[in-house]
Every structure is written in structure tokens, then in C-alpha cells.
């Protein structure tokens, strides 16, 4: 796992396999791409609309009593602590489950597990309104979500050549960006048109809709390029030919824990993943809360300036991945300055950034906004260019059980961050 393993790796020569098969925009490869993104699109969907329509399932008029907003009030009284414990919930879920569905992925193949992951999370989602009017510990129970990203994420071990690898990563997890954007205005629209009533209406269409994606899936979607029964020959040559240290067979592989978890490079994404997570989940969970209650927008102003830094973030997302590979192919540096880069200007410009509007009055709503747009739409360098490619060039053969690993612990801050928000923002 020594920074002379990603130079070697680097200098593999592609340019030998030179019959790539169709064009990219209809390759197999680039399909399942576009294809995993709008399954990001669903899954957060399902995870992010909940921050939203706890804001119109909340009697206001009852929690704030100098409440100047217009808007219908929701039915429900619960208190900060109680919010930021619904909100946390589905990342207890997420963690417990990484190092056993690490497991499962390596013998059982990504394809079966991603999509009856999805298959639970939608029927859970979907039975979130009649558990509300039980209990919200009955939400809070079926607030889960666990194997589905870390799944989607092993299909690139063995659908991406080495050269593709940041470019069909950043169109796929761009879907988690597309779903950021679109969420809230859309929730924000059921949660006062909805056909069932409002805001239940967000877990009935949310929830059928990873429903159909699973379907989808199951028919379209193959574990490998060697058992795929559309994929033109010549891609398939290219694909198995140009990616590293997969085998065509399912691996049962021995995971060298030990000298990952003694590793400095694994500890450097760790933490870079553990502080991107933590903005992350502080954003997607707590901004259309902020947006209501310090910026004083109604529902459907919340769903418009809310989705204004995830637009930010999409486009961002989407070009970095091909200005990665861009910069490595070449050779303007190298894959671990270029790593190290991506990762330095997503974490540092942000940060003051943030720190610049947390001083300005909830008046400046242009300066506010503007600042937020461009420090939400920076942070995307970190996942598509910086340490989420990391696993990939480090130790191809582990980077599930790498990102299995880092991703438990990163969600972790999506468990501490509503106490914390909680905590300081009880007035």
C-alpha cells in the first residue's frame, strides 16, 4: 500500500488495447454508470426528503411561539433532541452493517445485494407514515439504510478500466448530487400538493419509485463484464484487459486487516472521509431547518434556496472526475498530487467560506446564498477526484474492504451530528 504502488499503477499502458468497442455514450460500461447515478438518485431521495418533511410534519405554532412563517403546521410536537434522533437514525443502520456486508458483497457479488438493499429501504420508507402516527421510535426503527452505496461502489472493481476510473465514479455518484438538487424543491411540492394528503405523500413516491428502480435493476444489471449477455466483445476485452488486479471469478479474498488497518494512507482517507461527512450530513440534514427558521423562507422557498448548492455541487461533481483523469493522463502531476490536491482545495476553501457566513446577518440573503453555493459546490472535488478514488489506487484488490471500513466510521459523524446541531441550536 506504499505510494509507489499508485505510480506503477498509473503508468499501466492503455494505449495497447486499442478496440474499446462502441462509443462511450453507448457502452455497457458508461450505461451502468448513468444507471447506478439514478439509483443514487432514489436512495437519496429516501434519505434526504425526510430533512425536509420533518419541517411540514411539525406543529410550529406550537414548538415557537413567535413563529412568523405561512404555511400549514404538520400534526406532530416533538422536541429538538427528538428531531436530530430521527434525522440520525438511519446512519445507526448504516454503520452497524458495513464490516458484515463487506462480507456478503465479496461472496454474494454487489448486484444481489444492492438491489434488495434498495428493495427494503423502499418498503421501510414507504411504511414511515403509518409508523409516524404510532411512535417515532416506530420511524426511528425503520430508518435503515446499509448496504446499497458500499455495493454500487464494488460494481467499479471490475466494470472500470484504470483510466475511467474517476470519470465513471464521478458520472455515477453525480446521481447523489442530481438527488440533492431535486429533492427539496420536490418534497417541498408534496409536502403541500401531494396526493395523499401532503406530506405522507413524500414516502409513498419516494418509496415506489426505489420500488421500480429495483426491478430495473435486477433485469438490466450483471455482477461482471464476462457474464453480461448484451455487452459488445470488444468492450468487454477492453474492460478485463485494462482494470487492475480484478479476476474474472469471484475472489474469495483474505482481507489483509492488519496491514490496512496499520496503514498511514488508510488512516489519511479515514479522516478525510470522517470531516467530509460530517459537513455533508450537517448540510443535508439541517438546511432546510436553517433555511426555515433563520433565513424565515416558507416551504416553497425552502425547497428553491435549498436545492441552489446541491446545483452547485452537481456541476462540480460532474467535471472534476474528467479533469482528473485529464491532469493524470498528462502526467501535469501525479495520482497521489492529484488526490491531495482535490482533497486540500474541497476541505479548505469551504471551511472559510462557511465561517465567513456563520458572521453575516440572516438579511444578507444574496451574500449568504452565495457564499453557501460555492462552498457546498467546492466540497465536490473531495469525493470525485480526492480521497473517495483513494481504495481504487492504493490496494484495487481490498478497495471494497477499504471503503467498507472508512465508510463505517465516517457515518458514525452522521450519528453524532443532529445530538450536536441539537445541542447548540435549542432556541
Same mark, same amino acid.
Given at each position: 500500500m506504499a505510494d509507489a504502488h499508485v505510480e506503477n499503477e498509473n503508468n499501466l499502458d492503455e494505449d495497447r488495447v486499442t478496440e474499446k468497442g462502441p462509443p462511450k455514450w453507448r457502452?455497457?460500461?458508461?450505461? $451502468?454508470? #448513468?444507471?447506478?447515478?439514478?439509483?443514487l438518485v432514489v436512495i437519496f431521495y429516501q434519505r434526504v426528503s425526510f430533512s425536509m418533511a420533518i419541517v411540514c410534519?411539525?406543529?410550529?405554532?406550537?414548538?415557537?411561539?413567535?413563529?412568523?412563517? *405561512?404555511?400549514?403546521?404538520?400534526?406532530?410536537? /416533538?422536541?429538538?433532541? $427528538?428531531?436530530? =434522533? $430521527? =434525522?440520525?437514525? =438511519? #446512519? /445507526?443502520? #448504516?454503520?452497524?452493517?458495513?464490516? %458484515?456486508?463487506s462480507y456478503v458483497i465479496h461472496r454474494r457479488g454487489a448486484r444481489a445485494v444492492v438491489g434488495f438493499s434498495v428493495v427494503a429501504m423502499s418498503l421501510f420508507f414507504t411504511l414511515c407514515h403509518p409508523a409516524s402516527l404510532l411512535s417515532p421510535w416506530a420511524v426511528f426503527a425503520l430508518r435503515v439504510a446499509a448496504l446499497a452505496i458500499p455495493g454500487m461502489y464494488s460494481m467499479w472493481g471490475r466494470w472500470a478500466p484504470v483510466s475511467e476510473r474517476a470519470q465513471l465514479l464521478g458520472i455515477s455518484f453525480a446521481g447523489q448530487m442530481v438527488a440533492n438538487a431535486s429533492v427539496f424543491p420536490f418534497t417541498a411540492m408534496l409536502c403541500e400538493e401531494g396526493p395523499w394528503g401532503g406530506w405522507p405523500s413524500v414516502f409513498y413516491v419516494f418509496g415506489g419509485l426505489g420500488l421500480v428502480w429495483s426491478i430495473a435493476w435486477f433485469v438490466?444489471?450483471?455482477? *461482471?463484464?464476462?457474464?453480461? %449477455?448484451?455487452?459488445? %466483445?470488444? @468492450?468487454? @476485452? #477492453?474492460?478485463?484487459? *485494462?482494470?487492475?488486479?480484478v479476476t474474472a471469478q469471484q475472489e474469495k479474498l483474505d482481507v489483509p486487516w492488519r496491514q490496512i488497518l496499520t496503514s498511514w494512507c488508510f488512516w489519511a482517507i479515514a479522516v478525510a472521509q470522517f470531516t467530509y461527512n460530517w459537513g455533508f450530513f450537517l448540510m443535508i440534514s439541517? $438546511?432546510?431547518? !436553517?433555511?426555515?427558521?433563520?433565513?424565515?423562507?416558507?416551504?416553497?422557498?425552502?425547497?428553491? !434556496? *435549498?436545492?441552489l448548492p446541491y446545483i452547485s455541487l452537481f456541476f462540480v461533481m460532474s467535471g472534476a472526475g474528467f479533469l482528473s483523469d485529464f491532469i493524470i493522463k498528462r502526467r501535469f502531476v501525479t495520482v497521489l498530487g492529484a488526490r491531495k490536491l482535490y482533497t486540500a482545495i474541497a476541505y479548505v476553501i469551504p471551511a472559510v467560506l462557511l465561517v465567513v457566513m456563520s458572521h453575516l446577518p440572516c438579511t444578507e440573503v444574496a451574500a449568504v446564498m452565495i457564499l453557501l453555493v460555492v462552498a457546498v459546490g467546492l466540497t465536490g472535488l473531495a469525493p470525485t477526484g480526492g480521497f473517495f478514488v483513494n481504495p481504487y489506487d492504493i490496494a484495487p484488490r481490498y478497495a471494497v474492504s477499504i471503503c467498507t471500513a472508512t465508510n463505517t466510521m465516517a457515518t458514525m459523524s452522521g450519528v453524532i451530528n443532529p445530538y450536536v446541531v441539537a445541542a447548540v441550536t435549542k432556541d
Open positions: 457502452s455497457t460500461r458508461f450505461f $451502468l454508470a #448513468y444507471f447506478l447515478g439514478l439509483g410534519m411539525m406543529n410550529h405554532t406550537a414548538l415557537d411561539l413567535h413563529r412568523q412563517r *405561512s404555511g400549514a403546521d404538520g400534526p406532530f410536537v /416533538w422536541d429538538k433532541e $427528538l428531531q436530530g =434522533l $430521527l =434525522l440520525g437514525a =438511519l #446512519y /445507526w443502520g #448504516y454503520t452497524v452493517a458495513q464490516i %458484515p456486508g438490466l444489471v450483471r455482477d *461482471s463484464p464476462e457474464i453480461h %449477455p448484451r455487452i459488445d %466483445p470488444k @468492450e468487454k @476485452e #477492453y474492460i478485463v484487459n *485494462s482494470r487492475a488486479a439541517n $438546511l432546510p431547518t !436553517f433555511m426555515y427558521e433563520a433565513m424565515r423562507f416558507d416551504i416553497k422557498s425552502n425547497g428553491v !434556496f *435549498s436545492m
